[in-house]
């Protein structure tokens, strides 16, 4: 067995450990596959190359370890990789003035029991109570709770 394949085992070992940790987290398959090949890459530097080589190998990849936690706990490594945008999405804002019960719309797409209706220009997401309602019909607002328009048809 030649350096090459060492190598590749100890660097495919520290692949499928960085997979464990940042892709996989809790299946555990990644990091034993890891553990496994790092520890047969450090197996056949001893078996092959002697006591000498296996240590220099074993202290190799223990610096190298310690190396890869000490980035990955800087501070900044991480906001590096992490997503930093805000979510600007917005749920029904409704105006208790411009909408309230009894209100009258018409449906813009199919209410399956949920879907959008347009209510004085606005459109809304809309509930019913169950059935089932076709586009463009005309429906009403029977209450509006937390955010929720319940409507039925008229």
Known sequence: MTWTIIGVLIGV??????LEILVLPGTNIAGVIGFVLLGIGIWQAYEVYGGFAGTITLMGTI???????????KSKTWKRAALNKNIDGKVNEIDPEKLKPGDRGKTVSRLVPM??????GEYYEVKTSGEFVDPETEI?????????????KV
């Open 63 to 73: 610096l190298l370890s310690m190396f890869a936690l000490y980035l990955a706990l």
């Open 13 to 18: 070992g520290f692949l499928f450990l960085l």
């Open 140 to 152: 009403e607002v029977v209450k509006i709770e937390f955010n929720k328009i319940l409507v039925k």
């Open 115 to 120: 879907g959008k209706a347009v209510f004085n």
